[in-house]
């Protein structure tokens, strides 16, 4: 079966600019994560999903980002306008609702704002 | 609010047992989770404990205390690919989120 596919898996753009990175949850898991990882910071929660309902943005910094999921195999995080500050991996992740815990991480954006 | 805390590296003989600890404090605690992370790759799902006491799952084993707030992860038989970040991870009760404490980078040299 293949795994959370996220694309780009580089993107390189500069400041002011809009990013969006996708990504394709494992089919048949209904909960789906996108996280921020950086050095200083570690792996940070934005945003998860529940059978395509945001249910805790708690962890989206600004009103910069925004994520939505259309439907149940596909989401998207925007960035816009882009800065310096946002360059991290960002990666995707879904599970199944009765081992939410168990998540499949894809292999991440790495996102670099010049 | 949590706050998760892990020693940041430590390194370890090939075949040896090394021992990786994460201290919380945090409410609504509902389980403690932990994940090996490669450079460059994702972080993937190694074992969870809910409530007190050992699981044991081949060569990796978790333990859980929850009045002290404290879990490790014991590597036993260590091997070469064993070299990662460990990252352990509060849930918590009435949501799916979880919250990483930073990692503990483990080398193994022969």
């Known amino acids: 079966d293949a795994g959370v596919i996220q694309s780009p898996r580089h993107e390189v753009t500069e400041m002011g600019q809009e990013v969006t990175l996708r990504c394709k949850p494992i089919s048949g898991h209904d909960y789906l994560f996108w996280y921020r990882q950086t050095m200083m910071r570690g792996l940070e929660l934005l945003i998860y999903f529940n059978n395509n309902v945001p249910i805790d943005d708690s962890g989206m910094p600004e009103d910069r980002f925004s994520a939505k999921m259309p439907n149940a195999s596909f989401s998207t995080l925007k960035i816009q306008p882009s800065e310096p500050r946002d360059s991290a991996v960002y990666f995707c992740?879904?599970?199944?609702?009765?081992?939410?815990?168990?998540?499949?991480f894809g292999p991440g954006t790495r996102l670099t704002v010049t | 609010g949590q706050n998760i805390d892990q020693p940041t590296e430590m390194t370890a003989t090939e075949g040896a047992i090394v021992q990786i600890n994460c201290t919380y404090q945090?409410?609504?605690?509902?389980?403690l989770f932990w994940y090996q992370q490669h450079a460059g790759e994702a972080p993937t799902f190694l074992s969870y404990n809910v409530l007190d006491g050992l699981e044991e799952k081949g060569r990796f084993s978790s333990f859980l205390s929850r009045s002290k707030g404290y879990s490790y992860l014991l590597l036993k038989e260590l091997q070469m690919k064993d070299s990662a970040s460990y990252l352990c991870?509060?849930?918590?009760?009435?949501?799916?989120?979880?919250?990483f404490g930073k990692g503990n980078q483990v080398v193994v040299i022969p």
């Open positions: 992740a879904s599970s199944l609702s009765n081992r939410a815990y168990e998540q499949y």
């Open positions: 945090t409410s609504g605690f509902n389980g």
């Open positions: 991870a509060v849930g918590y009760y009435g949501n799916n989120r979880l919250a």
